[in-house]
């Protein structure tokens, strides 16, 4: 399964990434996957995941929502592909929302937590404790002014 990102110029970035989604998959039952030939974490913003069966390609918005938001949509449309409920990217019913939220929730236990401790790493980057470091001039410095 091929699995890729569009490139992000500025703005947010993406909730999920290539590895997140990876680890998604090998954590989740096979018959909730087995359908799927492609992936793609595109790049308009909101938290909405769409299965196109025509096509067998995933893909997910994953832009201006939280970790745990993508995670939830993303698994939530996992689930929904192995019960074959078809919903294109209309909401679903408040019904099939509860259906799908019991199914999840055990996977939601598992993953956020790492899923969310990977990314907390990356957005945060202190310069706490950082020295600049001099170094002696170079012979040829001064001809280069």
Same mark, same amino acid.
């Given at each position: 399964?091929? =699995?890729? *990102?569009? $490139?992000? !110029?500025?703005?947010? +970035?993406?909730?999920?990434? %290539?590895?997140? =989604?990876?680890? %998604? &998959?090998? *954590? =989740?039952?096979?018959?909730? @996957?087995?359908?799927?030939? !492609?992936?793609? %974490?595109?790049? +308009?913003?909101?938290?909405? @995941? &769409?299965?196109? #069966?025509?096509?067998?390609?995933? *893909?997910i918005y994953s832009r201006k929502v939280t970790t745990e938001e993508a995670l939830r949509t993303l698994l939530s449309e996992l689930a929904a592909i192995s019960l074959r409920l078809d919903r294109g990217l209309r909401r679903r019913p408040k019904a099939e929302?509860? #259906?799908?939220? $019991?199914? %999840?929730?055990?996977?939601?236990? *598992?993953?956020?937590?790492? =899923?969310?401790?990977?990314?907390?790493?990356?957005?945060?980057?202190?310069?706490?404790? &950082?020295?600049?470091?001099?170094?002696? +001039? &170079?012979?040829?410095?001064? !001809?280069? $002014?």
């Amino acid at each position: 399964m091929k =699995v890729h *990102t569009d $490139k992000i !110029e500025k703005g947010p +970035p993406h909730a999920l990434s %290539i590895r997140d =989604v990876r680890l %998604i &998959f090998k *954590t =989740v039952p096979p018959d909730w @996957t087995k359908e799927i030939k !492609e992936v793609r %974490i595109a790049n +308009p913003l909101g938290g909405r @995941t &769409f299965f196109s #069966r025509f096509d067998g390609c995933l *893909t997910i918005y994953s832009r201006k929502v939280t970790t745990e938001e993508a995670l939830r949509t993303l698994l939530s449309e996992l689930a929904a592909i192995s019960l074959r409920l078809d919903r294109g990217l209309r909401r679903r019913p408040k019904a099939e929302q509860d #259906r799908l939220s $019991k199914m %999840i929730a055990p996977l939601m236990l *598992t993953l956020s937590p790492r =899923v969310r401790s990977k990314s907390d790493k990356q957005k945060h980057v202190s310069l706490e404790g &950082f020295h600049e470091l001099h170094f002696a +001039p &170079f012979p040829n410095d001064s !001809e280069r $002014k």
